[in-house]
């Protein structure tokens, strides 16, 4: 049940940046509702890693980044390291489904 | 320090009832503005939310799953309990319970390390 669109996978060399998108609809993230991006190192639990408007639980460096336009929010790693090698999710509310909806999930790659 | 630890059966049998629990620590459910959330995924896809059990004993459900699940709390005992009804193959996942927070927007902040249940005869 992902409302919450999200590019299979993104790239990039050691230090580049990439970009995650999250696109949704007027009944959550156009609804201005709180986007969360989590993310899951393989074979982990996801663990938050930005929840608002770019607010990071302490540990997480400030190389993750958000932003959100309209209906879609996206998700900005600058100096791609090899620890970074992990799948993202976004999460918000939908009200139109009265409950929460994460992203189809984004796995980043280290070249 | 916060922390959360699911339990329940790692096989269940097609049209059986799951029930999972959550215990918590280092927080109160009591404590207004607390929550606590169900959320699956099944291996290799993506994380579905559940369920919700709030402070005030509130519960909330994933529309596309309402009839088959309860949610209830003992506060004494610092646990969730999920239930699930005439489970499934599809819904072989690892099911986990995190933590919201109405003052960090109910973003799921604190997970328990997830348990595997896995639907088949």
């Known amino acids: 049940q992902s409302v919450l669109t999200q590019p299979p996978s993104v790239s990039g060399a050691p230090g580049q940046r990439v970009t995650i998108s999250c696109t949704g609809s007027?009944?959550?993230?156009?609804?201005?509702?709180?986007v969360h991006w989590y993310q899951q190192l393989p074979g982990t639990v996801p663990k938050l890693l930005i929840h608002?408007?770019?607010n990071r639980p302490s540990g997480v460096p400030d190389r993750f980044s958000v932003s959100t336009s309209g209906t879609s929010a996206s998700l900005a790693i600058t100096g791609l390291q090899a620890e970074d090698e992990a799948d993202y999710y976004c999460?918000?509310?939908?009200?139109?489904?009265?409950?929460?909806?994460f992203g189809t999930g984004t796995k980043v790659t280290v070249l | 320090q916060v922390t959360l630890k699911e339990s329940g059966p790692a096989l269940v049998k097609p049209t059986q009832t799951l029930t999972l629990t959550c215990t918590f620590s280092?927080?109160?459910?009591?404590?207004?503005?607390?929550?606590v959330s169900w959320i699956r995924q099944p291996p290799g896809k993506a994380l579905e939310w559940l369920g919700r059990?709030?402070?005030?004993?509130?519960?909330f459900f994933n529309t596309a799953l309402k009839t088959r699940l309860t949610i209830s709390k003992d506060s004494s005992k610092k646990q969730v309990v999920l239930t699930m009804t005439n489970m499934d193959p599809v819904d072989t996942a690892t099911y986990y319970c995190?933590?919201?927070?109405?003052?960090?927007?109910?973003?799921?902040?604190?997970w328990g390390q997830g348990t595997m249940v896995t639907v088949s005869s």
């Open positions: 999460q918000s509310y939908d009200n139109s489904l009265n409950g929460y909806v």
């Open positions: 059990m709030d402070w005030d004993d509130d519960t």
């Open positions: 608002g408007d770019n």
């Open positions: 007027s009944s959550n993230i156009g609804a201005l509702y709180d």
């Open positions: 995190a933590r919201q927070m109405t003052k960090k927007g109910d973003a799921f902040d604190i």
């Open positions: 280092g927080f109160s459910l009591s404590t207004s503005g607390m929550r």
